[in-house]
């Protein structure tokens, strides 16, 4: 026998116990990579649901903030003239202004309830069986 085969055997032992325990290794590694990608993409999806939250409460308050100017600048122009023509309300959720939104206080008071519906509901306002345009514009 080869006074080394000893030798070898031993040392290929050590290295197929090295190369276990290095594979053992590398699949603790990749485990715990999928267990932070895995984190990652929640976060991220969390994120994303903040943002967008975010981006919904910056719009419904700038409109809020938008209409209140509105309001104030139709009350000085009613006032000065019944037949001024309205600053249209933005709607809430969309920051957009409130499509056929009544252009006098006249047309307001010409309302139907379907309408006055739609616009109240547009400004975030609750509707009951009793709306009339009178409540309409006691918002405008």
Do not use: W
Request: net charge neutral; charged share 20%.
């Amino acid at each position: 026998m080869d006074p080394y085969q000893s030798q070898i055997s031993q040392l290929h032992g050590s290295l197929n116990y090295l190369s276990a325990r290095i594979e053992h290794g590398f699949q603790a590694i990749e485990k715990g990579f999928a267990e932070i990608m895995s984190k990652t993409d929640s976060l991220y999806g969390q994120v994303r649901e903040t943002n967008s939250q975010l981006k919904y409460t910056q719009s419904r308050v700038y409109s809020m903030q938008e209409n209140s100017d509105r309001r104030a600048s139709n009350a000085h122009m009613i006032k000065a003239d019944p037949r001024a023509p309205l600053r249209p309300l933005l709607d809430i959720r969309t920051a957009l202004e409130i499509e056929e939104f009544p252009t006098t206080l006249m047309a307001i008071m010409e309302l139907d309830f379907a309408s006055c519906t739609r616009i109240l509901q547009s400004l975030g306002q609750t509707v009951s069986g009793t709306t009339t345009p009178t409540t309409l514009k006691a918002l405008v």
